[in-house]
T-cell receptor, first 116, second 115 residues
Framework: GAVVSQHPSWVICKSGTSVKIECRSL??????MFWYRQFPKQSLMLMAT?????????EQGVEKDKFLINHASLTLSTLTVTSAHPEDSSFYIC????????????FGPGTRLTVL | AQSVAQPEDQVNVAEGNPLTVKCTYS??????LFWYVQYPNRGLQFLLK????DNLVKGSYGFEAEFNKSQTSFHLKKPSALVSDSALYFC?????????????WGAGTKLIIKP
C-alpha cells in the first residue's frame, strides 16, 4: 500500500515551453502533498506544500508563478513548470501523506526534467 | 531553527559488518524523526520513524535506529550489512508542533557496502 506515482518519469523540452508533472496517490487519499527538487548529489529541497482544495504554500525563494501547483483532488497534484529554462533542469519529486496527523511521507519515483 | 546534520558524506562498510549512519538534529519542540533510503534511479523509500515510545525503532530491511534525546541523535544501524544496502540515506526531522507536517532533511549519506 501507500504507492505514489509520477508522470512523466522523464521529459525533455525546449526553452520557453511549459511542462506539467502529475503526482498521484494510487491506493490512498492524500490530504497533503509535497513537491521537492533534488540536484545531483544533493539533498531534497522542499518547493511547496499542497493541501487538497486550497492554495499551495511555497517555500522562500520559490516562484509561485513559475511553478504552478494544483491539488484538485485527494489523489492528484500537478506541478507545472511555466516558461522553462535550462536552469530549471532538475529532478522533481513529489510525496504524499496519508492523512492529517500521519507524518510518514510516501514518495513518487521522481521526474527528470531536461530543458534544452 | 530546525536543522538536521548528517556528518558523513559517505560511509564504507565491508559486507557482513555492522553499519552506522549518523544523524543529529535540532528542533524547538518534540522531534519526529525519519530515515529514508534512495536507491539508484528509484524513488525515496520510507525506512522507519520515531514519534514517541521506545527509543529503539525497528524498520524495513533489518534496519533500526536509536533515539537519543540527550545527544539529539537518531543514528541508523544494521547488525550485518548487505551489498544491496548500498544506497543514499536521508535523515529527516519534523517539529511535533509544526502543523504543516514539513520535514527538514539532512544532506544525505552515501552508503557503500563492499563484498
Amino acid at each position: 500500500g501507500a504507492v505514489v506515482s509520477q508522470h512523466p518519469s522523464w521529459v525533455i523540452c525546449k526553452s520557453g515551453t511549459s511542462v506539467k508533472i502529475e503526482c498521484r496517490s494510487l491506493d490512498f487519499q492524500a490530504t497533503t502533498m509535497f513537491w521537492y527538487r533534488q540536484f545531483p548529489k544533493q539533498s531534497l529541497m522542499l518547493m511547496a506544500t499542497s493541501n487538497e482544495g486550497s492554495k499551495a504554500t511555497y517555500e522562500q525563494g520559490v516562484e509561485k508563478d513559475k511553478f504552478l501547483i494544483n491539488h484538485a483532488s485527494l489523489t492528484l497534484s500537478t506541478l507545472t513548470v511555466t516558461s522553462a529554462h535550462p536552469e530549471d533542469s532538475s529532478f522533481y519529486i513529489c510525496s504524499a501523506s496519508l492523512r492529517q496527523g500521519t507524518d510518514t511521507q510516501y514518495f513518487g519515483p521522481g521526474t527528470r526534467l531536461t530543458v534544452l | 531553527a530546525q536543522s538536521v546534520a548528517q556528518p558523513e558524506d559517505q560511509v564504507n562498510v565491508a559486507e557482513g559488518n555492522p553499519l552506522t549512519v549518523k544523524c543529529t538534529y535540532s528542533v524547538s519542540g518534540n522531534p519526529y524523526l525519519f530515515w529514508y533510503v534512495q536507491y539508484p534511479n528509484r524513488g525515496l523509500q520510507f525506512l522507519l520513524k520515531y514519534i514517541t515510545g521506545d527509543n529503539l525503532v525497528k524498520g524495513s530491511y533489518g534496519f533500526e535506529a536509536e533515539f537519543n534525546k540527550s545527544q539529539t541523535s537518531f543514528h541508523l544501524k544494521k547488525p550485518s550489512a548487505l551489498v544491496s544496502d548500498s544506497a543514499l540515506y536521508f535523515c529527516a526531522v519534523r517539529d511535533g508542533k509544526d502543523s504543516n507536517y514539513q520535514l527538514i532533511w539532512g544532506a544525505g549519506t552515501k552508503l557503500i557496502i563492499k563484498p
